[in-house]
């Protein structure tokens, strides 16, 4: 059910790519009960120019390597949840790619269950 949506600065290589979707992947399996195989995700690069994020904003000192992950999903999932999502995705990014935590930036959008249609023009949880 999620969609993610993931903003990388330009020069990823194609197994950094993919290793950032497979950490976000695991960290929604694993905090956010995410079903397996529910995994739809768009991971685009951006040059200096198309990529904007703050580089001081509430105090967080972020580099030109700061990465946007943005997740759709439905409603109703506690604050307990969502933090430990958020800890599970900037620690394995530090750990499998050595991207330091204060670039991670990651919002996630909450829906009601009726706005998906997975394919065939259904809504498949109306």
Same mark, same amino acid.
């Given at each position: 059910?999620?969609?993610?949506?993931?903003?990388?600065?330009?020069?990823?290589?194609?197994?950094?790519?993919? /290793?950032?979707?497979?950490?976000? *992947?695991? +960290?929604?399996?694993?905090? $956010?009960?995410?079903?397996?195989?529910? =995994?739809?995700?768009?991971?685009?690069?951006?040059?200096?120019?198309?990529?904007?994020?703050?580089?001081?904003?509430?105090?967080?000192?972020?580099?030109?390597?700061?990465?946007?992950?943005?997740?759709?999903?439905?409603?109703?999932?506690?604050? /307990?949840?969502?933090?430990?999502? *958020?800890? +599970?995705?900037?620690?394995? $990014?530090?750990?499998?790619?050595?991207? =330091?935590?204060?670039?991670?930036?990651?919002?996630?959008?909450?829906?009601?269950?009726?706005?998906?249609?997975?394919?065939?023009?259904?809504?498949?949880?109306?």
């Amino acid at each position: 059910m999620p969609f993610v949506r993931i903003d990388l600065p330009r020069g990823q290589s194609p197994d950094d790519r993919r /290793a950032v979707g497979d950490i976000v *992947y695991e +960290a929604m399996r694993a905090t $956010l009960n995410v079903p397996e195989n529910d =995994r739809f995700q768009v991971i685009a690069e951006h040059g200096p120019d198309g990529l904007i994020i703050d580089p001081t904003y509430l105090g967080i000192e972020r580099s030109a390597e700061a990465i946007a992950i943005q997740v759709t999903l439905n409603a109703g999932r506690s604050v /307990a949840l969502k933090t430990a999502f *958020y800890r +599970a995705v900037a620690d394995g $990014l530090h750990a499998r790619l050595g991207l =330091r935590r204060e670039d991670v930036f990651i919002s996630l959008v909450e829906v009601p269950k009726e706005n998906w249609s997975f394919g065939n023009g259904d809504a498949q949880y109306a």
